[in-house]
């Protein structure tokens, strides 16, 4: 008896940490089990199960221990992986207790039976979803106004920033909706239609994120956008995409998602969506076309339609968004002074270069989402601060065959600046560095203690307080 309620514990644990790798993957189980492989092939984790079978060999003799032994075991592992955290919903609630139950039914072998568990118990479960899923798709459908305007917003980066900014400057005429915070996937943009949206909308903004070949096509099922935008073609989500290529043709899939009569804005002044020409549907913005503006430590100075503003935004980023906010507010039929209103109520994002005051200097919080580009434009940032500086940093994931390079890359960057890494010590950022001071930790509190210690001035946090499982 007492063999099977711990049993059960063991059990239950390493469904939990397995259940919460398994959302985090979209529900692919493709992509499960290939993080499932990086994950059982690390060292550390080899160690583990090879050190499980030498314990059960040496312990036949004492069911005592062989009770115990399960349970110390998944402990330990997920202790060192360290699982994602997950809302507790109806569906994620119900695949694990799907795969609580399959479990029984199965050879138990340590972690294997859970893996397959889940995975059985997701097609099990997944006729009763999809007819859940058409449903609420269905019902949102039916929520949106037809004569209420839709946008959708893509890109590698900047498409939250993009989305807020767009936001604030059109909610000064308009009533504006727009999908909160950083939900971007279908079910998610379904969820906020059918509990936030109502018929008296003039404007929807929505998000659109992609992770993977192809992965535009599915939003067909619930959008039909008037405006399309693409912010960047980067390399985020590389070890899904393989190539900047397919990122590009991915993301310009969004062009199915428009109305017959739907207008296409795209970054000109980025280098793959540069390469498409404008037409009567294909709209180009860039900050070539905002001429007079200059960057401040407490936001950007410009001069728009002969008006001087201050925006109180830190980012290079929104002097390319703010030619787009202009275009289409034209196409909105927004006068110059609705928009010079519109564009002053600009605010800076969580996570995106925002800058805060602190007692010594400045943080500049770049923290969201790592990737080149949006490094090298915060490491720019950096140089303008006067005082000491050091950079916060664990690196890029999700790059698959690229992490290497990309990450030597960004080592390039950090060439003569004072370093904290966050992570493991044979990072490819940190070999054959050229960094002032590099100083390696496991986590985010020791590297707050030591810039206390150290009495940094300023400090640009790139690393996450999380860990993700694509590396």
Not at 357 to 366: F, Q, V
């Amino acid at each position: 008896m007492i063999y099977r309620i711990f049993g059960l514990i063991s059990n239950s644990v390493t469904l939990f940490f397995l259940v919460t790798i398994f959302v985090n993957q979209y529900y692919s189980i493709k992509r499960f089990i290939k993080i499932n492989m990086i994950i059982l092939t690390k060292k550390v984790n080899k160690s583990i199960f090879f050190l499980y079978l030498i314990s059960v060999i040496f312990s036949l003799k004492s069911s005592i221990i062989l009770i115990f032994l399960p349970l110390i075991y998944s402990l330990l592992f997920i202790y060192i992986n360290r699982p994602i955290k997950i809302r507790i919903t109806r569906k994620n609630l119900t695949l694990f207790l799907f795969s609580l139950i399959v479990s029984f039914f199965l050879p138990s072998v340590y972690y294997f039976n859970s893996l397959i568990s889940i995975i059985l118990a997701f097609i099990i479960q997944y006729p009763i979803e999809f007819i859940i899923k058409k449903y609420y798709l269905k019902k949102a459908r039916k929520k949106i106004n037809p004569h209420t305007i839709c946008i959708g917003i893509t890109g590698s980066y900047g498409k939250t920033s993009f989305k807020n900014f767009l936001y604030e400057f059109l909610k000064t005429k308009f009533k504006v909706k727009m999908s909160p915070g950083n939900v971007n996937t279908l079910m998610g943009l379904t969820k906020f239609i059918n509990e936030e949206v109502d018929s008296n909308e003039e404007v929807l903004i929505f998000e659109i994120g992609i992770d993977e070949v192809n992965g535009m096509k599915k939003f067909r099922q619930l959008l039909s956008l008037d405006i399309g935008i693409i912010t960047s073609i980067g390399s985020n989500h590389l070890v899904n995409f393989k190539t900047l290529d397919n990122v590009f043709k991915s993301k310009l899939q969004i062009k199915e998602l428009l109305k017959d009569n739907g207008l296409l804005y795209l970054n000109n002044d980025d280098e793959y969506l540069s390469r498409i020409k404008s037409s009567h549907r294909v709209i180009k913005y860039s900050k070539k076309n905002i001429k007079e503006y200059e960057l401040k430590e407490t936001g950007i100075k410009i001069k728009l339609f002969s008006h001087d503003l201050k925006i109180k935004v830190f980012s290079p980023y929104l002097i390319t968004y703010l030619d787009a906010l202009i275009k289409i507010g034209l196409g909105f039929k927004m006068s110059r002074i609705e928009m010079i209103r519109g564009i002053s109520n600009l605010k800076m994002i969580k996570r995106r270069l925002q800058i805060c005051k602190t007692k010594r200097g400045y943080l500049i919080n770049d923290s969201y989402n790592a990737n080149y580009l949006g490094i090298k434009n915060a490491v720019e940032v950096l140089d303008m601060f006067k005082g000491s500086k050091v950079i916060v940093t664990s690196g890029i994931i999700e790059l698959g065959k690229d992490f290497v390079k990309q990450n030597q890359l960004v080592r390039d960057l950090f060439e003569g600046k004072n370093v904290i890494f966050v992570g493991e010590k044979n990072h490819p950022l940190l070999i054959d560095h050229h960094f002032q001071s590099l100083y390696t930790l496991n986590s985010l509190n020791d590297a707050y203690t030591l810039i206390e210690s150290l009495q940094f001035e300023n400090v640009l946090l790139l690393s996450k307080g999380e860990d993700i499982f694509l590396r």
